[in-house]
């Protein structure tokens, strides 16, 4: 009995490598197909976030120097 459970736990293991090598390869085909027939976009150089030019940003200045002396201003 323990010879027929081992046979069957080794053909299902089998069959799920082999379909996870299946499925592994397949997805590297069509990612692969599907790189060569994009074209490449162009993208913007300027992020749309990006502050316009003459816009005012925030601006924190977290040095060393700069909190020291900040905190030695505090009372």
Known sequence: MNDLLA?????FFAAIAGGAFALMSQNLRSSQER???????RRSRVHPEAPQPG??????????????????QTP
């Open 7 to 11: 046979v069957i736990y080794f053909v």
């Open 35 to 41: 790189d060569s027939l994009q074209t490449p976009r």
């Open 55 to 72: 816009e005012e940003v925030l601006y924190v200045d977290f040095s060393r120097e700069r909190l020291e002396q900040m905190y030695q």
